[in-house]
C-alpha cells in the first residue's frame, strides 16, 4: 500500500508541474485557431523558427564532440588541472543564463576585451548570430559530459587495452570498442543538449538585440507575442517548441529497440 500510495504521489506531482501546463497551453491555444495560426504563418515567427534550428544544429555537434573530448580526458588521462577541468563543465548549471549574457556582453561589447578588437575589424559579434551560438552552447554544454563520464567509468578500459595489444590504433580503438559502448550516453546527452537549445533564454536574449526578423527566436517569439497580448499565438508557438522536443525524444525511443536487438 505504502509503494501504490509513493506511485500516486509521484504521479499526481508530475501531472501537476509537467501535464496541466501543457494542457492549459493547448487549450488556450485552439481557443482562437485564427490567431494562433497567423501568428505561427507570420514571417518573424519562420524566421525565428529558422534561426532557433540553425542555432541548434551548431551548438548540438560542438557540444557533443566538446563532451565526448572531455569525459575521455576527465576519465582515461591524468594530466594537470582536471578537477578544475571537470568544475568548469558544470559551471553552466550553476550560473543563471542572465549572468552567461551579461559576461559575454562584458566579453564583446565595445568596451570588453575582446569588443575593442572585434570593433576595429568590423566584426558585428554583439547583437547577431555569433554572440547567440556562442550563448546556446555555453549553456548547454555540460550535458553530453555528463551523460558519457559515468558511462566511461562503468565499461572500464579493459576493451581499449586489449585494442591496443592487438595492435589497434587510437581511432580504430575509438570507433570500434569505445565509442559503441558509450553510444547510448551519447545519445541521451545529444537529447538534453537539443532540448536545452530549442529552449534557451536568458542568455540570448541578452546578447541577441531581439530584432524582429533578424535575432529573434522562437523563445524571443513568445515573449513578444505575450507582450503584445496575443496569447494564442504565444501558446501556439510554445506548443511547436515543445513538439520539437517531443519529436527528438519519440525518434530516441523508436530507434532503440533496433540499436539492442
Not at 30 to 54: C, N, Q, R, Y
Not at 209 to 214: A, E, K, P, V
Request: proline share 5%; aromatic share 10%; net charge positive.
Amino acid at each position: 500500500m505504502s509503494r501504490l500510495g509513493l506511485r500516486l504521489l509521484a504521479l499526481a506531482y508530475l501531472a501537476t508541474i509537467l501535464v496541466a501546463p501543457l494542457v492549459i497551453v493547448f487549450w488556450r491555444t485552439f481557443e482562437d485557431v485564427g490567431a494562433a495560426w497567423d501568428a505561427l504563418s507570420a514571417p518573424d515567427t519562420i524566421h525565428a523558427f529558422k534561426l532557433t534550428l540553425l542555432i541548434t544544429a551548431i551548438a548540438v555537434p560542438v557540444n557533443t564532440v566538446f563532451g565526448i573530448v572531455c569525459a575521455l580526458a576527465i576519465v582515461r588521462r591524468r594530466f594537470p588541472g582536471k578537477g578544475l577541468l571537470n568544475a568548469f563543465i558544470d559551471l553552466p548549471l550553476a550560473l543563471s543564463p542572465v549572468v552567461v549574457g551579461l559576461s559575454l556582453f562584458l566579453l564583446y561589447g565595445r568596451e570588453g576585451w575582446f569588443g575593442v578588437w572585434l570593433g576595429r575589424h568590423n566584426i558585428q559579434f554583439l547583437f547577431a548570430l555569433p554572440a547567440m551560438i556562442v550563448a546556446t552552447i555555453f549553456v548547454s554544454l555540460p550535458f553530453v559530459a555528463r551523460e558519457v563520464i559515468p558511462t566511461l567509468r562503468e565499461v572500464g578500459d579493459e576493451q581499449e587495452q586489449a585494442s591496443r595489444t592487438l595492435g589497434a590504433g587510437g581511432w580504430q580503438t575509438f570507433w570500434r570498442i569505445t565509442l559503441p559502448s558509450i553510444r547510448w550516453a551519447v545519445i541521451y546527452g545529444v537529447i538534453l543538449t537539443t532540448a536545452r537549445s530549442l529552449g534557451e533564454y536568458g542568455a540570448v536574449a541578452v546578447v541577441s538585440g531581439r530584432i524582429q526578423g533578424q535575432t529573434e527566436t522562437a523563445t524571443l517569439r513568445v515573449e513578444e507575442q505575450y507582450e503584445q497580448f496575443n496569447l494564442p499565438g504565444a501558446y501556439a508557438i510554445s506548443i511547436v517548441l515543445a513538439l520539437m522536443a517531443i519529436v527528438v525524444l519519440v525518434a530516441m525511443t523508436t530507434i532503440r529497440p533496433k540499436e539492442t536487438a
